[in-house]
Structures are given as structure tokens and as C-alpha cells.
């Protein structure tokens, strides 16, 4: 079978099971099938708590996959699957355990990425790739090349679901309005170089406390690593921040993002559900490269360190590093200052 398929097809399955940002990076992807394929039937396998963020998602089936549950994960997913045969999967994760998922999955075309960047032996476990000009792209743009393989002109859209009883819980959680959200850890590890300081978020909360009259609000979720660090924010703040670290689901957190005026966050998730909510976001990044992961739509408002960080750690240009290179240096987001982050807010507001 040739690509582009001579006709729409009847079913696609997209294989992308995490992690929070991806998934959210893959929503152009589906909202480009479905305004191409009107009456196609989508199936999207999906990490257990990923689905939480995509649930309310009109027109597609969701299988979940409970890495928690070990190999008995793949045994429910064979289970679901059993006498189910789609004519597009879309395998778009680069890893062991979404490739062994993929062949639990029966397919006609088999779409992976190119041998080129296809981690974990990916491109093994697919009949076709996609043709990508380059692998220098942003994350969004590397996943559109799925639909693009399959001769569809790519949507940019997300139009992630926000439910207005998760807007109203969130009301009652925190006060006022003109929000400035803060969300200050990539990832529940704890040692972790995405991560910023805590007395650099403390300092602008307080600039955009007394200056442009923002109330500010912490974000995260219940690890000991995020709740430490919000309470150390939280002590160093002169006007104190309303804490919602570990108060909230994840969809009550993009409730959250999709109310802010601005939000403050390093690499991670949250970030790329601000941008997609259309919530401009400050994207703080040193450890990893804006342009391959950063907010897809607020690229502008990004404090960028990471090419001072790849020549202070490894004596490397953007150009000359790998693609993806990330540097797991304690101290690299310390390049960033307080001054650069408040002059990105103070620009955005006026």
C-alpha cells in the first residue's frame, strides 16, 4: 500500500501513551485527522493518567494503559484490541513499551518515525515512516509529520477540553483574579535540572505582587519535591502566594492555566497545557532546547540559556550539539536570573 491511502480510511489508532506534554503536543495531530476524516472512527491508546487530561475529548475512543498493572498492562490492552483490526496506527512514541503495545495492535499501514531518530529500535515495529526535511524540529512539529505522510495539510488546533465545574472549582480554591501562575518543578525527582531556584521565583512573585498588582498562584502536583519547593517559595515571598501544589487533579490544573493571565514554568507539562489552552507562558529553559521543546505558541516570551549552558558545559553550538541534547547539570538553570524572567513579565503586561 502507497501513502498517501487512496481513500479515508475507516478506523485509525494513535499509539502515544506519555507524558503529559506530548500527549499535548499530539492533540494537532488528531484535530487534523478529524478535520479531514469527518467520519473516521479515532482510537487513541493513551497512558492511565494522561487520559485524565484528554477524557472529555469528543469523538474519540480512549484505551488506557496502566504501566502500574507491569505485564498485565499489555494483557488488558490485548484483551480490548482482540478481533479489532484498524487501517492506520500511528505509533508515535519512541519507546520499548509502546513499541511492544504497537504489536498487540493489527493494522494495514503501521506509520513510525524515520529510522533517522526512531530511539529504542522503533522504526522496527512500523511499515512506514514519516519523511521529515530534518530531525531539527520543535516536538509539534515532528508529530505533524504523521499526518502529512498520509497527504493531510496539518491543523493548528489543540482545542483541549476545559470543563466549566473544574473552572468553578477552581474559583473557590483562590481568590481575585489577574492571575499570574506559577508552576516551579518540571518532574517529581529529586534531583532534577530543569528545575529553577527557589529564591529566583520567589523574587519575581514579588515583583509581580507589588508592581503589577498580580495575584500569584503555585502550582504542581503532591510530591514531597513539589510541595517542598512551593513552601520554600512560599516562606521567601514578602507577599505570599495562594499554594494549590497538591490540591488539585489535572484537570482542575488546566482549568487553572486556562484562567491565568501568564504562567512561570520550566520544561514540563503544564507548560505545554498553558500554551495550549492560548495562556501565554514564560518558559524558562537551559537544561533542554526551547527550540525542540519549548511553549510551541509563546517561543517569544522564552528565557532562553540553554546555548550559554551547552558552551559553558560541553563547549558546544546549538548547531554542533545533537539534537536533543539535554544538560544534566545541577546548576545550568542557574544561568537564568530573576531580571531576565521579570523583564519577559513586564513586557508581556504592557
Known amino acids: 500500500m502507497t501513502l498517501p491511502l487512496p481513500s479515508q480510511p475507516d478506523s485509525v489508532c494513535i499509539l502515544r501513551l506519555s507524558a503529559i506534554g506530548d500527549v499535548t503536543h499530539a492533540l494537532p495531530v488528531l484535530r487534523t485527522l478529524q478535520h479531514h476524516w469527518p467520519n473516521t472512527k479515532?482510537?487513541?491508546?493513551?497512558?492511565?493518567?494522561?487520559?485524565?487530561?484528554?477524557?472529555?475529548i469528543d469523538g474519540v475512543e480512549f484505551i488506557t494503559f496502566d504501566k502500574s498493572l507491569g505485564f498485565g498492562a499489555y494483557r488488558k490492552i490485548r484483551a480490548q484490541l482482540k478481533g479489532r483490526r484498524f487501517d492506520v496506527l500511528l505509533h508515535m512514541q519512541m519507546s520499548m513499551r509502546a513499541s511492544i503495545t504497537s504489536m498487540l495492535i493489527k493494522a494495514k499501514v503501521k506509520l513510525g518515525f524515520d529510522r533517522e531518530r526512531a530511539k529504542d529500535m522503533q522504526w522496527l515495529f512500523s511499515n512506514y515512516k514519516i519523511q521529515p526535511a530534518s530531525i531539527r524540529q520543535h516536538v509539534v512539529d515532528s508529530f505533524l509529520e504523521f499526518p502529512k505522510r498520509l497527504g493531510l495539510e496539518p491543523v493548528m488546533k489543540w482545542d483541549l477540553p476545559i470543563s466549566q465545574p473544574n473552572v468553578d472549582t477552581i474559583r473557590h480554591l483562590v481568590s481575585g483574579d489577574n492571575y499570574l501562575v506559577i508552576n516551579p518543578c518540571a518532574v517529581a525527582k529529586t534531583r532534577n535540572w530543569r528545575n529553577w531556584t527557589a529564591e529566583g521565583y520567589?523574587?519575581?512573585?514579588?515583583?509581580?505582587?507589588?508592581?503589577?498588582?498580580?495575584?500569584v498562584v503555585l502550582t504542581g502536583g503532591p510530591s514531597p519535591v513539589e510541595t517542598e519547593m512551593a513552601s520554600t517559595i512560599t516562606a521567601l515571598c514578602s507577599h505570599k502566594p495562594e499554594n494549590l501544589v497538591g490540591r488539585t487533579s489535572l484537570p482542575q490544573l488546566a482549568a487553572m492555566l486556562?484562567?491565568?493571565?501568564?504562567?512561570?514554568?520550566?520544561?514540563?507539562?503544564?507548560?505545554h497545557i498553558a500554551s495550549a489552552v492560548g495562556t501565554p507562558i514564560i518558559g524558562l529553559y537551559a537544561a533542554t532546547n526551547p527550540e525542540?521543546?519549548?511553549?510551541?505558541?509563546?517561543?517569544?516570551?522564552?528565557?532562553n540559556k540553554y546555548p550559554q549552558a551547552l558552551d559553558k558545559y560541553y563547549g558546544l553550538t546549538v548547531e554542533a550539539?545533537?539534537?536533543?541534547?539535554?544538560?544534566?547539570?545541577?546548576?545550568?538553570?542557574?544561568?537564568?536570573?530573576?531580571?531576565?524572567?521579570?523583564?519577559?513579565?513586564?513586557?508581556?503586561?504592557?
Request: with cysteine; proline share 6%; charged share 20%.
Open 292 to 303: 525542540r521543546a519549548g511553549p510551541y505558541r509563546y517561543s517569544d516570551l522564552v528565557v
Open 42 to 56: 479515532f482510537t487513541w491508546i493513551i497512558g492511565k493518567n494522561e487520559y485524565a487530561l484528554l477524557s472529555e
Open 321 to 350: 550539539a545533537p539534537w536533543g541534547k539535554r544538560i544534566q547539570n545541577d546548576e545550568c538553570m542557574q544561568l537564568i536570573k530573576p531580571a531576565d524572567v521579570i523583564e519577559k513579565l513586564a513586557q508581556l503586561v504592557r
Open 202 to 215: 520567589a523574587e519575581v512573585a514579588d515583583y509581580a505582587a507589588e508592581h503589577l498588582g498580580m495575584n
Open 258 to 271: 486556562s484562567i491565568a493571565h501568564v504562567v512561570i514554568a520550566p520544561d514540563t507539562g503544564p507548560a
